[in-house]
C-alpha cells in the first residue's frame, strides 16, 4: 500500500495568513492526489484533484502543487471558515489511501 | 445537484453483518463516467477507502477488507450498497458512500454522502 504521511498534524495559524499542509507519499503517485475539507460532523469536500486543479466552485485562495512523492496545499488568505480539517488522498493506484489529516486552527 | 444518501442499521452486533444503501439522486450509476465508493472514518480517525464499483460491475476492494466486503450496484434502484461480514468494535466508523470522478483516468471522490454511523455492540 502506498503511506500518505502529512504534515504538519496540527496547524494553528490567524484570518489573514498563509499557510501551506505537506503531504508526501512512500511512492511516486505521478498527479493522483486529491486534496479535501472536513468539518465536524460532516462529510470531507474536495478542494483540489490531480494535485494543482481546483474543484469547481472552490476560492481561488486554495491551490495545489507538486508531483511524484511530495505535494503541497496552500490557503492563501485564511479565512474563518477555512477552520477544519485537511485530507490528502492518492488515487493513483488500489489500495487508495488517505493521509492521517492537518487539524487547522485558530491561533 | 447530485445527492448520495447513506440509509441502514446505526447498531450491528459482533460477528454480524453490516448493510449499507447509497441511494443517488440527481444523477445516474450507471453513466459510465463514474465509479461508486465507499469510505470509512472510525470515529477520531482518519478516512479508511473501503472499495469502489463501476456501472459495469467491476469492483476494486481495499485487500484489507476483501475477504469480507461485497459491494454492488441496483440499476434499477439507482443505488448502491455494501455488505461487510463479521464484524467487530473496530468496524465502528462514520461510513460514507461517494461518487468517483473517473472519466477515463484513476477516479476521485467529488460527491459524498453525509455519512452514517454505525456501531458494532452487543
Known amino acids: 500500500d502506498i503511506q500518505m504521511t502529512q504534515s504538519p498534524s496540527t496547524l494553528s495559524a490567524s484570518v489573514g495568513d498563509r499557510v501551506t499542509i505537506t503531504c508526501r507519499a512512500s511512492?511516486?503517485?505521478?498527479?493522483?492526489l486529491a486534496w479535501s475539507q472536513q468539518k465536524p460532523g460532516k462529510a470531507p469536500n474536495v478542494l483540489i484533484y490531480?494535485?494543482?486543479t481546483l474543484e469547481s466552485g472552490v476560492p481561488s485562495r486554495f491551490s495545489g502543487s507538486g508531483s511524484g512523492t511530495e505535494f503541497t496545499l496552500t490557503i492563501s488568505s485564511l479565512q474563518p471558515d477555512d477552520f477544519a480539517t485537511y485530507h490528502c488522498?492518492?488515487?493513483?493506484?488500489?489500495?487508495?489511501?488517505f493521509g492521517q489529516g492537518t487539524k487547522l486552527e485558530i491561533k | 445537484q447530485l445527492q448520495l444518501q447513506e440509509s441502514g442499521p446505526g447498531l450491528v452486533k459482533p460477528s454480524e453483518t453490516l448493510s449499507l444503501t447509497c441511494t443517488v439522486s440527481?444523477?445516474?450509476?450507471?453513466?459510465?463516467?463514474?465509479?461508486w465508493g465507499w469510505i470509512r472514518q472510525p470515529p477520531e480517525k482518519g478516512l479508511e477507502w473501503i472499495g469502489s464499483?463501476?456501472?459495469?460491475?467491476?469492483?476494486y476492494y481495499n485487500p484489507s477488507l476483501k475477504s469480507r466486503v461485497t459491494i454492488s450496484g441496483d440499476t434499477s434502484k439507482n443505488q448502491f450498497s455494501l455488505k461487510l461480514t463479521s464484524v467487530t468494535a473496530a468496524d465502528t466508523a462514520v461510513y460514507y458512500c461517494?461518487?468517483?470522478?473517473?472519466?477515463?483516468?484513476?477516479?476521485?471522490?467529488?460527491?459524498w454522502g453525509q455519512g452514517t454511523l454505525v456501531t458494532v455492540s452487543s
Open positions: 490531480k494535485a494543482s
Open positions: 464499483i463501476h456501472y459495469t460491475g467491476s469492483t
Open positions: 488522498q492518492q488515487y493513483n493506484s488500489y489500495p487508495y489511501t
Open positions: 440527481g444523477g445516474s450509476i450507471s453513466n459510465r463516467s463514474y465509479y
Open positions: 461517494a461518487r468517483g470522478n473517473y472519466g477515463g483516468n484513476p477516479h476521485y471522490f467529488d460527491y
Open positions: 511512492q511516486s503517485i505521478n498527479t493522483w
